[in-house]
């Protein structure tokens, strides 16, 4: 979604030195559908979006409320809650907070404008109606409360349901998101129709909560579950979906709507796509279980994602971004091309705690990018560089924008396997990206930034105790602690360690950070539980089992064939879509056609892992890449062709592990170090050729190719290739040398004088 700031960050200039510091790097991007409160309902808003993520933290931590007050709630549960209810509220919490936050258009009335009487009418109504399903929903709470219970399919309890928590629950929320299409409420207020949908949202959880313990778990999908399960589910999917189209845009909701449709016409579809007839109460009484909504990637929305959204607001809240990008700056600032490189640095530090490559791209872009541009990048080229660099952020140990953890939900591998697995495909993207930009720098003859113009370093290292969050987040981790654990001490790490610069966090900067964590957590776990309603047709469909089958027909003739279609199907899978979704999303449809290949299963997951994040730079849908150009000014489809070539060895570093596992730490010590080694030689190679530059000048067609050839040959990591392509890049260098061809001479075309 297109992003703006209140306060947009650009090159602050201390005009006795010249110096350029990044400051504004930690400011809350504000989204243009961004409702701006003011009076009390900014009070109102921020205390929910605090008293939200602060929930969560005491929640994950296993703490009980009586504890922390000294009072006895004996009427609230204690923490932490049982599995689904948490799922449950944690999904209803960022719905309420969202439709109250985010708009459903574009633009909003003049503050002046007088509202439409009729849509507030039908408002009002609507609101009434649904405070009516809220009500039902707790007398059945109650009355199960009272040791009453219903198999869904007696005429006493079925009436009940459907006439008093059923029907006006549907008509509240789709009647909500109708009026919400039209209204045209001033940015500054709330609107009545967002208002519906979140108490809408609120009946859904409380009805799904109550009936929780008694019928849910083991009625779901049976003929005896209430239909009020399934008329709830239909609901809550609905509002999933408005959610995610008011705060990603419409890729996503294309994308799960064409699996809804698949639901109920995959009787009539041919071949591998046909599948069994499915009902729709049955269906929508699993959707919103572990089946569906409430499976992998809420589970991890509501415990690892959340939580590093409340460690990154805690560091945006202590400055402690400002002084990664500074960092980068002193480090890499004099080298040519400085800016570059500087996005390169930061953009790995600041995202792999962002859950977003576009994210990202806001975050650290609005400073590198008009830095590049001064120095003499092409606007295209700046936006690109910023979008492969914030798209690797996703794919850097330890946290990978949440990717980690989502696999390691999905997998059952354990966290840290996966985290050691990670570090040399990150360090081959990064690397590779370093070399991109520097040959694309030398080829324009670009200068680094001048002493006067950076941070100094020597003051950079005195500080660099602000690293200690990050540490001990790394080092509880590998020490054996929980994630939840190492989270948190890294979350109070970082609240300590604000105290030893002018950014001390008091109570008042400790709240201002969690409503920062409850507003910032809405997109992400907007995203996962929609991501969910997709899994959640894959495995009641049965499509993802014979996608596989189809893999497995495609690798019975070639199996680089069959990586190649699931390469693409990943990528397409992904386009739109935020890193956590477009994992899970392709980690369900294809991860388990490569396994049953014969492929390891971390190699399996790391492939599809790979080129669902690598489709935010992938055209024609690129989002990292179209956020980069709405900063650079350039024209979005060009900056996603050029972010697309300076990642292009990301393309083939999946390719690279699946030959090599030693890339993956398989093996011993000597040979993964070998395989190392000679990939990013490889990779070096790879950038020479496709850049052009070899040898300190720029390279004919010729030695292109050869570069290209040997690039190859040292990624597979034999002892074979290594030495073919050592002897294709020997060759390469001596012609580049001795025979120095014209590098402006045009490729020979048969037939041609």
Same mark, same amino acid.
């Given at each position: 979604m297109t992003q703006e700031r209140l306060h947009m960050t650009d090159q602050t200039v201390d005009h006795k030195n010249t110096e350029i510091l990044a400051e504004g790097a930690d400011d809350e991007p504000i989204e243009v559908n961004r409702r701006l409160f003011t009076d009390w309902r900014v009070i109102l808003m921020a205390t929910l979006a605090a008293l939200?993520? @602060?929930?969560?933290?005491?929640?994950?931590?296993?703490?009980?409320?009586?504890?922390?007050?000294?009072?006895?709630?004996?009427?609230?549960?204690?923490?932490?809650?049982? !599995?689904?209810?948490? $799922?449950?509220?944690?999904?209803?919490?960022?719905?309420?907070?969202?439709?109250?936050?985010?708009?459903?258009?574009?633009?909003?009335?003049?503050?002046?404008?007088?509202?439409?009487?009729?849509?507030?009418?039908? @408002?009002?109504?609507?609101?009434?109606?649904?405070?009516? &399903?809220?009500?039902?929903?707790?007398?059945?709470g109650m009355r199960i409360a009272d040791g009453a219970m219903w198999n869904g399919i007696a005429p006493e309890y079925r009436t009940p349901e459907i006439y008093w928590f059923g029907i006006p629950l549907l008509v509240a929320t789709f009647g909500g998101i109708i009026l919400g299409w039209l209204d045209r409420t001033p940015r500054h207020r709330f609107s009545l129709p967002d208002l519906v949908l979140g108490v809408c949202a609120l009946a859904v959880a409380i009805y799904l909560i109550t009936i929780y313990g008694t019928l849910m778990r083991n009625s779901t999908g049976t003929p005896f579950a209430p239909i009020g399960i399934s008329l709830a589910a239909v609901a809550g999917t609905a509002l999933i979906m408005e959610l995610t189209r008011r705060v990603t845009g419409l890729a996503l909701i294309v994308i799960a709507g064409i699996f809804l449709i698949y639901v109920f016409v995959g009787h009539l579809a041919p071949g591998f796509l046909n599948s069994p007839r499915i009902d729709w109460a049955r269906f929508f009484s699993q959707v919103y279980t572990d089946a569906g909504i409430l499976g992998p990637t809420t589970a991890v929305s509501s415990t690892y994602i959340i939580l590093f959204i409340i460690f990154a607001a805690f560091l945006q809240a202590s400055k402690v971004g400002e002084y990664f990008i500074n960092f980068a700056f002193a480090a890499a600032g004099r080298t040519r091309g400085g800016p570059a490189k500087v996005s390169i640095f930061a953009s790995g530090l600041m995202g792999m705690i962002n859950g977003t490559s576009a994210g990202n791209v806001v975050a650290t872009g609005s400073l590198?990018?008009?830095?590049?541009?001064?120095?003499?990048?092409?606007?295209?080229?700046?936006?690109?560089?910023?979008?492969?660099?914030?798209?690797?952020?996703?794919?850097?140990?330890?946290?990978?924008?949440?990717?980690?953890?989502?696999?390691?939900?999905? !997998?059952?591998?354990?966290?840290?396997?996966? &985290?050691?697995?990670?570090?040399?495909?990150?360090?081959?993207?990064?690397?590779?990206?370093?070399?991109?930009?520097?040959?694309?720098?030398?080829?324009?003859?670009?200068?680094?930034?001048?002493?006067?113009?950076?941070?100094?370093?020597?003051?950079?290292? $005195?500080?660099?105790?602000?690293?200690?969050?990050?540490?001990?987040?790394?080092? @509880?981790?590998?020490?054996?602690?929980?994630?939840?654990?190492?989270?948190?001490? &890294?979350?109070?790490?970082?609240?300590?360690?604000?105290?030893? !610069?002018?950014? $001390?966090?008091?109570?008042?900067?400790? *709240?201002?950070?969690?409503?920062?964590?409850?507003?910032?957590?809405? %997109?992400?776990?907007?995203?996962?539980?929609?991501?969910?309603?997709?899994?959640g047709v894959i495995s009641l469909t049965g499509v993802g089992a014979r996608f596989s089958s189809v893999l497995l027909g495609i690798a019975d003739t070639s199996q680089l064939l069959a990586l190649f279609f699931a390469m693409c199907i990943a990528i397409l899978l992904g386009m739109g879509m935020p890193t956590t979704a477009a994992y899970a999303v392709a980690a369900s449809v294809v991860a388990p056609g490569l396994v049953q290949l014969g492929i390891p299963q971390l190699t399996a997951h790391f492939f599809v892992f790979y080129f669902a994040v690598l489709s935010a730079i992938t055209p024609p849908v690129a989002l990292a890449s179209y956020a980069a150009a709405g900063i650079s000014g350039a024209n979005p489809m060009e900056t996603s062709v050029a972010s697309f070539k300076i990642g292009i060895a990301a393309f083939i570093v999946p390719f690279m592990f699946f030959y090599n596992g030693a890339l993956l730490m398989d093996g011993p010590w000597l040979t993964v170090l070998q395989a190392a080694v000679t990939a990013i030689v490889g990779v070096f190679l790879l950038s020479s050729g496709v850049q052009g530059w070899f040898a300190g000048q720029r390279a004919a067609w010729i030695v292109r190719l050869m570069l290209l050839a040997a690039a190859l040959f040292m990624i597979q990591g034999g002892l074979l290739?290594?030495?073919?392509?050592?002897?294709?890049?020997?060759?390469?260098?001596?012609? %580049?040398?001795?025979?120095?061809?014209?590098?402006? *001479?045009?490729?020979p075309v048969r037939g041609t004088d």
């Open positions: 939200y993520a @602060a929930f969560h933290m005491a929640a994950l931590n296993g703490l009980s409320l009586s504890s922390m007050t000294g009072i006895e709630l004996s009427f609230l549960p204690s923490f932490p809650l049982e !599995t689904w209810n948490f $799922r449950i509220a944690h999904v209803a919490g960022a719905l309420f907070l969202g439709f109250l936050l985010f708009g459903s258009r574009l633009t909003f009335a003049d503050p002046s404008a007088k509202p439409n009487s009729t849509i507030t009418a039908c @408002a009002w109504v609507l609101l009434l109606v649904a405070f009516v &399903a809220c009500g039902a929903a707790i007398s059945f590198t990018i008009p830095l590049m541009k001064k120095v003499g990048y092409h606007r295209k080229t700046a936006g690109a560089v910023e979008a492969a660099a914030s798209t690797g952020g996703q794919i850097m140990p330890p946290i990978m924008g949440a990717g980690a953890f989502i696999m390691a939900e999905i !997998t059952g591998i354990p966290y840290t396997d996966i &985290a050691v697995a990670a570090i040399l495909p990150a360090v081959l993207y990064f690397v590779s990206v370093y070399f991109m930009v520097d040959f694309e720098a030398a080829k324009l003859g670009m200068r680094g930034m001048r002493e006067d113009e950076l941070p100094k370093l020597g003051r950079m290292l $005195r500080q660099v105790y602000l690293f200690l969050p990050i540490i001990i987040l790394i080092y @509880a981790l590998f020490a054996g602690y929980s994630v939840i654990r190492a989270g948190t001490l &890294a979350t109070i790490a970082a609240a300590a360690v604000s105290w030893l !610069t002018p950014h $001390r966090m008091g109570l008042r900067s400790i *709240a201002r950070a969690f409503e920062m964590a409850g507003v910032m957590s809405i %997109q992400i776990i907007a995203v996962c539980a929609c991501a969910g309603i997709i899994v290739s290594d030495a073919i392509g050592i002897a294709l890049a020997a060759g390469a260098f001596a012609i %580049q040398k001795f025979i120095k061809p014209d590098p402006d *001479a045009p490729i």
